[in-house]
């Protein structure tokens, strides 16, 4: 099975701030990472797709990068509406969450 | 623009099927897979499996003994059964679409197993 570990588990930011948050796979799944933006209360929503790829409606505030087995979101210009958990997930060998990261804002 | 309608759950006891259903509307049906995933209370995502219109189903390795993922063309409907539950199967229970990853998703409906 393929493992996927976050950095950091939470963290906690100024509002326009850039906030950076990592994602390692256990082994590769090439650019087959996906970002989620979880709210309190609320479904996931799909943010980031194979790796890069910004979602329809996904402000551009929002950017993924990496392949293989390390990738990153990073959040440029942190809002109040960006206080959430993200997740990222693969999905080149079945599927599989990270633990999440925490965003609030300081 | 596609809605995905859950439904089923609620209080189970312990040894007890749970059974829930996820009911596809405004858009195509035979085009995608279709998923579910769920998260206990305070923890994170655990994807369970997904299917699709050929009835190919995959399933995540730790759940796959119990789980059953099955889907009905003539209804736009698919489901999840998750036999012999116990505590540990307490969580929100999600539906999602698949377009390369989860797009669209349902609003989660809450299953407790307690006795």
């Known amino acids: 099975d393929i493992q996927m570990t976050q950095s950091p588990s939470a963290l906690s930011a100024s509002i326009g701030d850039r906030v950076t948050m990592t994602c390692r796979a256990s082994q590769s799944v090439s650019m087959w990472l996906a970002w989620y933006q979880q709210k309190l209360g609320q479904a996931p929503r799909l943010l980031i797709y194979?790796?890069?790829i910004l979602e329809e409606g996904v402000p551009s505030r929002f950017s993924g990068s990496g392949s293989g087995t390390e990738f990153s979101l990073t959040i440029n210009g942190l809002q109040p509406d960006d206080v959430a958990t993200y997740y990222c997930?693969?999905?080149?060998?079945?599927?599989?969450f990270g633990q999440g990261t925490k965003v609030e804002i300081k | 623009q596609v809605q995905l309608q859950q439904r089923g759950g609620g209080l189970l006891k312990p040894s007890e099927t749970l059974s829930l259903t996820c009911g596809v509307y405004?858009?195509?049906?035979?085009?995608?897979?279709w998923s579910w995933v769920r998260q206990p209370p305070g923890k994170g995502l655990e994807w369970i499996g997904e299917?699709?219109?050929?009835?190919?189903?995959k399933y995540n390795p730790s759940l796959r003994s119990r789980v059953t993922i099955s889907i009905d063309m003539s209804t736009n409907e698919f489901s999840l059964r998750v036999n012999s539950t116990t505590a540990a199967d307490t969580a929100v229970y999600y539906c999602?679409?698949?377009?390369?990853?989860?797009?669209?998703w349902g609003e989660g409906t809450t299953v407790v197993v307690s006795s």
């Open positions: 194979k790796a890069s």
């Open positions: 299917v699709n219109r050929r009835k190919t189903v």
């Open positions: 997930q693969q999905y080149n060998n079945v599927r599989t």
């Open positions: 405004g858009g195509s049906f035979s085009d995608f897979y």
């Open positions: 999602a679409r698949i377009k390369d990853s989860m797009d669209v």
